[in-house]
């Protein structure tokens, strides 16, 4: 699922004093009213007589009804191929649906007021029916009532009211569009590169598929609905589709009828008890590949053409295995006993875990032996590992209001390194994927307009608050959290609690409590420290500690790391520490005061100090500077004896201490240097992405060059270290050296070193010389993207050409990414103008352009013009990734009053906060440059001139 930001303050307060209001009384009540009806827009349906409509109090459905079965009947007109021969002039193509939908429910009180979810749906007054199905006697319907707010309710007003604890079943027709944008209904098109001989009569090669995307407020675009994830039921779909075409559903197929020459029915068996956001169903001339035979059917859907080519047979193959792996580790099988999954040409996540029915982007899924990087079976592995997970986090047990979607995401990420791990040992990848969620929450959370993990339910009303809860912060830091949590209390309580959460919660809801009060019963040995005592520091508050530590006496204090120095925060968080003191084993203490305090075991006498070894806990840390000295003088005379992900996560700290002014800049600086020597992955990523910020600031200043000349020279033994295999365009054995052996291309080549460019131009020349392209799949996205930037329009024209060309999704995406790699500004203009045309480049994909074309310094300023001068389109994919992307550079004055501007003047739906937090970003970004200029270019002039004496 994709990302979000915030909630307008004002409307925040606004629930807040509702719900206190609603608890209030009557008179309270009525303002209540009146605050609300401002604003309110509700529209009686055309055919409504006497309306009389109630406004809705609040944006949560009222608890008295309860669903238990939609019996749903979808008739979708769409075709998956035009046929022009029947109307050249107005094609046969509709996104027009219709349906009808019987829902049965329970009456928990008595009322007269049915609350449903419904959203751009044209719903008929006639037939509805509502009948007690107790007594078979139907009850009138005196109004309905479709509110065009935020709570988007449709409420039905009945002549008299319902009884308490009783069964009713409610008959509802409607119409509706497919929808433009890649949510709700929705259709994705791709081309069949080989139309077989049956189709001669087709002249076109273009194909339609039909899916769903409802997570998490869009199940109501499709049928009215009680929209909330706690408002479980069981689903039972009967679709209408043109022959020719194959529906996919939740559950099993029942039966599949052809009604006429044109139409089929296919009707599939009723779901397991779920909730509405996992609806889902898809039509379309997909082909599946089958995984190996086991007790759950898994079969993956793909263009026919990508199935010939065996693209989805590594999918099929790990998913079984991961499932199996899920399985024995949660003690839950899987149920029902199918699975499909989907690769679709068009989606706005990776993946998206409908129960039964999981999609994925094609190029999340689809990997081709000798076209497809080794590395991207990483991202292959990772998102169905994800997606999967959320069968037993999201799907079975799932969180009881959108506040906790954490439950769901974290879980998903943290469970998946282990599935990855497991499916493929070699890889080594715990630590990487580890480093980049680490990396991703530190970074995000270090921020004043960040969030707690977990926030009070009447703080997420809105659809647009509730997409906002899809962040870095439900992903990445929710992931570290657990992680945390498993180490400290073990890894067997801390599994035995989740099982015994699982077993305790299927088919219902829980909230971050629930958990917790599992965990700690799962404990062997009780602790002070207990599960919900110290874990309450960690997620009701934002942002996380940086502990001190002073190794001459010993005293330690923690305090709120954020990049804004000038704010005081007063959070203190029970901080776990595993620390190792030079030769001596790793040790074990709580934090669990401000400070500062004394700690014997902090006293290094010579020897350093490191802190938060392995990186298990959420926070960065800070010594004296002796210590950092020390520290410095191992990595420079005897790396190894710190742990590798410490030897990035020193770069990571004293890097980011730096942009928070609490290190000075040339001590953290210094942490590069014995990367020169370094050939792990870990160390050498974190430095680059750290760097990344200096390039960022610094790019268009005289810093400039220097930087270039120091990385080119610290990179260089790296590069010669791979040297004979890249010139062979072969890669070495192990997935973590491939990592660095991509890695050195890029840092070498972007920072001119001229071995490595010589190296792109003899081989992308080859490939546009000879036609054939030799390039070892490994080494294709750096050296497209490289060759690029040292080419010119030749070489741009030849990329674009193989872009529109490959049929290959990982391909496809290399290539594009490469096109934003040029130096040249027109051809960067150029393809953001393509990027609005989606035959050129897919919607899906627009984010993804845009962010490329702003990581370039030649872009920037493009990108910006760009997405304010097409808001509209381009925000439609992911907006908060897109604010990220575009700003990423900003660091003067001009700039923080053009955001404002920006937050002004545009509709900025889900991305309220993520400008926030840009405009915060780039104030502390212009205090830091303003602040470090000097010392920074001072420390480059220096070693560089250092560089040039040997
Ligand atoms: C094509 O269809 C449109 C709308 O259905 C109709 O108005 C038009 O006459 C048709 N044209 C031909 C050539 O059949
Ligand atoms: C419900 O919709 C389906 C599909 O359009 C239709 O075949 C069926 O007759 C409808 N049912 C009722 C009771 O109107
Ligand atoms: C399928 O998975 C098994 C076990 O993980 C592995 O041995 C086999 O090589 C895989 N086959 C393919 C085609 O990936
Ligand atoms: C660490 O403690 C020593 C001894 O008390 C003191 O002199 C020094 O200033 C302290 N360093 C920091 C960074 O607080
Ligand atoms: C950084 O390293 C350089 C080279 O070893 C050294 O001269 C300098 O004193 C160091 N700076 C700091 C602040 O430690
Ligand atoms: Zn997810």
Redesign the pocket.
Same mark, same amino acid.
């Given at each position: 699922m994709a990302k979000r930001s915030s909630l307008s303050k004002g409307l925040a307060v606004a629930f807040v004093v509702l719900t206190v209001s609603a608890i209030g009384g009557m008179v309270a009540m009525v303002t209540l009213f009146k605050i609300q009806m401002n604003g309110i827009n509700a529209t009686a349906l055309p055919d409504t007589t006497t309306p009389s409509p109630t406004p809705p109090p609040i944006m949560r459905l009222p608890k008295t009804l309860v669903p238990e079965l939609y019996e749903i009947s979808l008739h979708t007109d769409f075709y998956s191929r035009i046929i022009e021969e029947v109307n050249v002039t107005s094609p046969n193509q509709s996104t027009l649906f219709t349906g009808n939908v019987t829902i049965h429910f329970h009456t928990v009180q008595s009322t007269d007021l049915i609350y449903l979810h419904c959203k751009d749906l044209d719903v008929s007054h006639h037939p509805s029916r509502l009948l007690n199905k107790e007594y078979n006697i139907g009850i009138k319907i005196k109004s309905m009532t479709q509110y065009q707010n935020q709570s988007e309710f449709l409420v039905i007003q009945l002549e008299e009211k319902l009884q308490a604890k009783m069964n009713y079943s409610l008959f509802l027709s409607f119409k509706g569009q497919m929808s433009t944008y890649l949510e709700s209904l929705f259709v994705s098109t791709y081309t069949e590169a080989y139309p077989s001989r049956d189709f001669e009569e087709y002249s076109d090669t273009l194909r339609y598929a039909a899916a769903t995307h409802l997570k998490p407020t869009q199940a109501r675009t499709l049928f009215p609905c009680f929209d909330e994830p706690q408002m479980k039921a069981v689903f039972k779909l009967t679709l209408f589709h043109r022959v020719g075409t194959f529906a996919q559903g939740n559950a099993e197929m029942e039966g599949s009828d052809i009604m006429s020459e044109e139409w089929k029915q296919t009707r599939f068996v009723s779901t397991e008890k779920m909730s509405t956001y996992l609806f889902g169903f898809t039509v379309s001339e997909f082909k599946a590949t089958d995984s190996p035979k086991g007790r759950v059917s898994i079969k993956t859907y793909t263009r026919p053409e990508a199935k010939e080519a065996g693209h989805a047979i590594y999918a099929a193959n790990i998913t079984r295995t991961i499932l199996l792996f899920y399985e024995d580790r949660f003690e839950i099988n899987y149920q029902p006993l199918k699975i499909d999954q989907i690769a679709l040409p068009d989606l706005v996540t990776t993946g998206m875990e409908n129960w039964g029915l999981i999609t994925y982007q094609e190029a999340s899924v689809l990997y081709q032996e000798g076209v497809s990087s080794l590395l991207h079976k990483e991202k292959v592995a990772t998102v169905i590992a994800h997606e999967l997970a959320h069968h037993w986090f999201g799907n079975l047990v799932t969180m009881s209001w959108w506040n906790d979607v954490w439950l769901n995401e974290g879980f998903a990420t943290y469970s998946s390194y282990f599935a990855v791990d497991h499916v493929e040992p070699d890889f080594k990848i715990k630590d990487i994927l580890i480093m980049r969620d680490l990396h991703e929450a530190l970074k995000e959370d270090a921020l004043i307009t960040s969030r707690p993990l977990a926030v009070l339910p009447d703080d997420v009303q809105t659809p647009s608050e509730i997409k906002e809860m899809f962040d870095t912060v439900s992903y990445s830091k929710g992931a570290m959290l657990l992680r945390m949590l498993a180490d400290f209390v073990g890894e067997t309580a801390f599994n035995q609690g989740v099982k015994t959460y699982l077993k305790a919660f299927r088919g219902a809801t829980t909230e971050t409590t629930d958990l917790w009060q599992h965990i700690e019963s799962a404990r062997l040995v009780k602790n002070t420290f207990t599960v919900s005592k110290v874990m309450k520091t960690w997620t009701e508050k934002q942002g996380y500690p940086v502990i001190n530590i +002073?190794t001459? +006496?010993g005293?330690i204090f923690q305090k709120q790391f954020l990049f804004n120095g000038s704010i005081t925060s007063s959070h203190w968080w029970y901080i776990p520490i595993w620390f190792m003191k030079g030769s001596l084993e790793t040790a074990f203490l709580w934090l669990a005061v401000p400070g500062p305090v004394k700690k014997e075991e902090f006293i290094s006498g010579k020897d350093w100090i490191l802190a938060n070894v392995d990186c298990l806990g959420f926070y960065r840390v800070n010594y +004296?500077?002796e210590n950092w000295q020390r520290l410095l003088w191992q990595l420079e005379y005897k790396p190894d004896r710190i742990p590798v992900i410490n030897r990035g996560q020193l770069i990571d700290d004293a890097l980011n201490l730096a942009r928070a002014n609490l290190l000075d800049v040339t001590v953290a600086l210094n942490f590069t240097f014995f990367l020169r020597n370094e050939r792990e992955f870990i160390p050498w990523d974190s430095a680059v992405k750290n760097m990344e910020y200096f390039f960022l600031m610094f790019d268009r200043s005289q810093v400039y060059g220097l930087m270039q000349e120091y990385l080119r020279s610290q990179v260089t033994g790296l590069y010669e270290f791979f040297a004979n295999e890249t010139n062979a365009s072969d890669v070495p054995k192990t997935h973590s050296l491939q990592h660095s052996q991509i890695l050195a291309i890029k840092v070498a080549c972007s920072n001119g070193l001229p071995e490595c460019l010589e190296m792109v131009e003899s081989k992308f020349g080859d490939w546009m010389n000879n036609g054939t392209n030799k390039i070892h799949v490994n080494l294709r996205s750096t050296i497209y993207c490289q060759a690029m930037a040292a080419g010119g329009q030749a070489e741009w024209d030849f990329a674009w050409e193989k872009f529109q060309s490959s049929t290959d999704s990982s391909e496809r995406d290399q290539l594009r990414h490469a096109l934003s790699c040029t130096r040249q500004t027109w051809l960067l203009n150029r393809l953001l103008e393509y990027s609005l045309n989606p035959d050129k480049i897919r919607l899906t994909d627009v984010a993804s352009v845009v962010n490329d074309v702003a990581e370039n310094p030649a872009g920037q300023a493009l990108a910006w013009n760009f997405i304010r001068a097409h808001w509209d389109y381009v925000s439609q994919g992911d907006p908060v990734w897109l604010i990220e992307a575009v700003t990423r550079r900003f660091s003067t004055k001009f700039e923080v009053e053009e955001l404002q501007r920006f937050a002004e003047q545009y509709d900025l739906g889900p991305t309220v906060r993520a400008v926030h937090k840009a405009i915060e970003q780039t104030q502390v970004n212009m205090n830091w440059v303003n602040k470090n200029k000097d010392r920074v270019l001072q420390w480059f002039k220096v070693i560089t001139a250092h560089l040039d004496d040997k």
């Open positions: +002073n001459t +006496n005293e +004296n500077l």
